[in-house]
């Protein structure tokens, strides 16, 4: 396998140097990041991830098209939109993040450790992950995540990274990123890790406060801790710890959204009306986010602005059940009758093809 990985990083090497594709890596990644995010999140990356970390810690290849749009935008991040972005170890933490929050793609049970690592985002705006890997395992496969899909319909892309990393080499940073599901899906890889049992919020306090006394700075365990008070209905605590994450990490847009929907459930609506204007400024295409601050708009009886997101949030998810329900209340309180109507009609029929 190190042979593989470090052949393919030669070529990728010699691509960077002498063309003709538009490459743009970052340095290496340290070992003590590496090392960090796989100790403080309790995950173990695959091998030839890591070598690639070591060479370079995430980049992209682009298209001439992307190229000279990236002369000219003021905004790199527009680029990296449209192509498929390697992420920094840094990004893998936060996209994970995201995706661990919401218990994303795990419908049959729940996992002691959230198994799906985000490591790409590709040019149709989802991700590739891999698998969390057992002790004594080495490589994982590679597989396409979709937004709003479960793992059963996730496809294996590449059997691990180094045939990923060799076709987007080969193929100037426009490898296959569709996944084949007669290969296996993300799914068939954990379901012997599945269990029935939850951790409780009084289990989740206790793990954070072990982990926050080992690093009282951990964002994330803030959040957890935060998350634990609130369902335990300890809402002051709820409230620290969410603030404390906010404050160590001011560039995750899940803890002001967090705080967001906190503070709109005790009816402090415009505290929570900034936090979640906050979360949607730095994640403009989640849809929850937009969700929740439609409701906040509504309560405030800013109906237009309210419908405006929650047209946004359709625009990019159309089957999204919630976001058509609030926009059924918002024409009733603007007096458009019809409109809710077919919004009703239209809840009906995405309960039915659920069914």
């Not at 964002?219 to 969410?242: E, F, K, T």
């Amino acid at each position: 396998m190190a042979e593989g990985i470090q052949k393919v990083l030669e070529k990728l090497d010699r691509l960077i140097g002498d063309g003709p594709a538009h490459c743009y890596f970052k340095n290496p990644a340290s070992e003590k990041s590496i090392r960090s995010f796989e100790d403080r999140l309790g995950l173990k990356l695959p091998e030839s991830y890591k070598e690639f970390l070591r060479y370079s810690n995430g980049g992209m290849i682009i298209s001439d098209e992307l190229e000279s749009l990236l002369d000219y935008a003021s905004n790199p991040e527009d680029v990296i939109w449209n192509c498929n972005y390697l992420y920094p170890i840094e990004e893998v933490e936060r996209k994970y993040k995201e995706l661990q929050s919401w218990d994303f793609g795990i419908p049959y049970g729940e996992l002691k450790t959230y198994p799906y690592i985000p490591f790409c985002h590709t040019e149709s705006g989802e991700h590739l992950i891999f698998i969390n890997m057992k002790e004594d395992a080495g490589e994982s496969a590679i597989f396409d995540a979709y937004h709003e899909e479960t793992p059963e319909t996730w496809g294996m892309v590449a059997k691990d990274f180094t045939a990923f990393l060799a076709d987007y080499v080969n193929s100037y940073g426009y490898p296959n990123v569709l996944g084949e599901l007669e290969d296996g899906s993300a799914l068939d890889f954990i379901e012997d890790d599945l269990h029935e049992r939850e951790e409780s919020p009084e289990e989740i306090l206790r793990i954070t406060e072990h982990k926050l006394d080992q690093d009282p700075d951990d964002d994330w365990q803030h959040a957890l801790r935060g998350l634990a008070y609130r369902d335990l209905g300890d809402l002051d605590q709820a409230y620290v710890h969410l603030s404390r994450a906010i404050e160590l990490d001011p560039a995750d847009a899940y803890y002001y959204f967090c705080r967001g929907a906190l503070l709109l459930d005790v009816g402090k609506t415009r505290p929570a009306l900034i936090d979640l204007d906050t979360a949607v400024k730095l994640n403009p295409e989640d849809v929850l986010y937009l969700n929740m601050r439609a409701i906040a708009l509504s309560d405030m009886g800013k109906n237009t602005k309210a419908l405006n997101d929650l047209n946004r949030a359709i625009e990019i998810d159309e089957k999204n059940v919630l976001s058509y329900m609030l926009r059924k209340g918002v024409y009733l309180s603007l007096g458009e009758k019809e409109k809710a109507d077919a919004d009703a009609d239209m809840v009906d029929k995405l309960n039915k093809e659920e069914e």
